[in-house]
């Protein structure tokens, strides 16, 4: 079993010298703007599923406690 080494021969992306992988979208910014934008999206994202959550389920947690207190009225 002979394994011959894998060799790309793309010059462009794998050098030699200067490569031409030219970063796009959040890798052409400057690092502190791109980590605020990544966090800005990652809090809103969080924050539209916990809505989501919140009404599309109904707060189960606060419905058993009220559910609870109607059938085990506080003396």
Same mark, same amino acid.
């Given at each position: =079993?002979?394994?011959?080494? #894998?060799?790309?021969?793309?010059?462009?992306? /794998?050098?030699?010298?200067? =490569? &031409?992988?030219?970063?796009?979208? =959040?890798? &052409?910014?400057? @690092?502190?703007?791109? =980590?605020? #934008?990544?966090?800005?999206?990652? #809090? &809103? /994202? &969080?924050?539209?599923?916990?809505?989501?959550?919140? /009404?599309?389920?109904?707060? @189960?947690? #606060?419905?058993a406690i009220e559910d609870?207190?109607?059938?085990? @009225?506080?003396?």
């Amino acid at each position: =079993l002979v394994m011959e080494r #894998i060799v790309n021969k793309n010059r462009q992306l /794998f050098g030699p010298g200067p =490569l &031409a992988r030219r970063p796009g979208g =959040l890798g &052409a910014r400057p @690092p502190l703007q791109g =980590l605020v #934008i990544c966090a800005v999206q990652g #809090i &809103a /994202f &969080a924050m539209a599923g916990g809505y989501v959550y919140k /009404f599309t389920m109904g707060d @189960p947690g #606060i419905k058993a406690i009220e559910d609870y207190y109607k059938e085990n @009225p506080p003396r």
